[in-house]
């Protein structure tokens, strides 16, 4: 049966069986078992995505960089 057909029977159905059905929808999600997912592959691909040959900047550097920031923006 497919979902379309499933939908209209239940609309068919008197309230107190769609409150039973529901229950019992919930019920089965309930017994489902929640996947977790592993990000570390993720983490590892973003971190290589990030890598650069060049050294990290110094902190005079990231000061500078800020500041011409500031100056584009605001003047």
């Not at 057909?5 to 059905?21: G, H, I, T, Y």
């Not at 019992?24 to 592959?41: R, T, Y």
């Not at 990231?62 to 605001?74: D, F, G, I, N, P």
């Amino acid at each position: 049966m497919l979902l379309q057909e499933l939908k209209e029977q239940v609309f068919k159905l008197p309230f107190s069986d769609r409150l039973a059905l529901v229950s019992a929808i919930i019920e089965s999600l309930q017994n489902q078992p929640i996947f977790s997912v592993d990000h570390s592959g993720a983490i590892r691909r973003m971190r290589g995505l990030l890598k650069t040959d060049q050294p990290a900047p110094t902190d005079e550097q990231v000061a500078a960089m800020l500041e011409e920031r500031r100056v584009e923006k605001y003047l």
